[in-house]
Nanobody, 114 residues
């Protein structure tokens, strides 16, 4: 079992920045990768970014060059630094951790609006 607690998110103007955190506890040694999906109203859930234990990262094309995912293995925490935010980044961001199954955080709202 893995438990995930998210923090960060909120309201920001276009061009602004936010940082999301996702702290894992429980069977953390079984985690293969961590990351975030996002879901906007009327849209399908989309994988935003993920990071593997060895540091390998993947990003959806829409956020490349603007978002950076990182991981502090000592703290079992993943971070998503989001820069140059756009209104189309508005969504609920869901942290996940993959073991033999997928565990989810509680989700956090990110709203980009002037």
């Amino acid at each position: 079992q893995v438990q995930l607690v998210e923090s960060g998110g909120g309201l920001v103007q276009p061009g602004g920045s936010l940082r999301l955190s996702c702290a894992a506890s429980g069977s953390v040694l079984s985690i293969i990768n961590m990351g975030w999906y996002r879901q906007a109203p009327g849209k399908e859930r989309e994988l935003v970014a993920r990071i593997f234990r060895d540091g390998t990262t993947n990003y959806v094309d829409a956020v490349k060059g603007r978002f950076t995912i990182s991981r502090d293995n000592a703290k079992d925490t993943a971070y998503l630094q989001m820069n140059s935010l756009k209104p189309e980044d508005t969504a609920v961001y869901l942290c996940f951790a993959t073991t033999w199954t997928k565990y989810w955080g509680q989700g956090t709202q990110v709203t980009v609006s002037s």
